[in-house]
């Protein structure tokens, strides 16, 4: 027999509802009584197997007609200056499962638009568990390093994945922070991208203060050691 997994693919933002009819079972009698009972864990792990296989497993070459793909496509295509925050809200989605919905927050309106998303009575979360199992973590890892400079994306997730102790040792400074500063500006960044470059910041100003006061008492040695040799003289 067949299930019709209409609601798993379901768009609310294009044309049509894509219905994937999968085979699960070759039994041509349905099992009954405690013979049904303890086939039913069976079932849906056939049905797990089945949907990974024909939808989720490398679906870009399965994906037609298009429909993951025109997904991917309004995230990663949605405008430069919102994209990070929207990344940074799908990522916040994945992890924690909902988050509070804000029918005046632009990201969010944007977020919606993709059709990844759907507001729900307890907040917003990922539309569907196949939209989960393809855009995950690593695929949200993976848009949001392509979004940042090679350098600056490189340090930044060194520096999420460093144990707190060795972060500043990932910080950026000098040519690299102000590319990056520069890429920053008008953008509305994920909260990892604005504690990131206010870290870089906060040391690279530290690092200045420090190379000043030497600087300083370098040059006040120089005056007194002059002054010693002036007396010397008189």
């Known amino acids: 027999f067949f299930f019709q997994s209409e609601d798993g693919i379901r768009d609310h933002c294009v044309t049509g509802v894509q219905t994937c009819a999968l085979p699960i079972s070759t039994a041509t009698t349905p099992p009954s009584g405690l013979a049904s009972a303890m086939a039913v864990p069976q079932l849906w792990q056939e049905l797990d197997a089945l949907v990974h296989r024909h939808v989720i497993d490398n679906w870009e070459a399965q994906d037609q007609p298009p429909h993951l793909k025109t997904l ?103 040519a690299s922070l102000a590319e990056a500063q520069d890429w920053a500006k008008g953008k509305r960044l994920s909260d990892a991208d604005q504690e990131f470059l206010q870290a870089s910041r906060e040391a690279a100003e530290a690092a200045r203060q420090v190379k000043e006061a030497a600087r300083l008492a370098e040059e006040q040695a120089r005056l007194a050691e002059e002054r010693e040799i002036g007396r010397a003289h008189v």
């Open 72 to 174: 991917q496509d309004r995230m990663l295509q949605s405008p430069e200056r919102i994209r990070g925050k929207m990344l940074d809200l799908y990522a916040q989605l994945l992890e924690q499962g909902t988050i509070p919905a804000d029918d005046h927050a632009y990201e969010q309106i944007h977020l919606r638009l993709t059709g990844l998303v759907v507001r729900r009575p307890a907040g917003l979360g990922v539309y569907n568990p196949i939209y989960r199992a393809v855009f995950g973590p690593d695929w949200t890892r993976q848009a949001m390093r392509q979004l940042r400079p090679p350098i600056y994306a490189e340090a930044v997730q060194a520096w999420q994945m460093a144990p707190p102790d060795q972060r500043d040792s990932h910080l950026i400074g000098g």
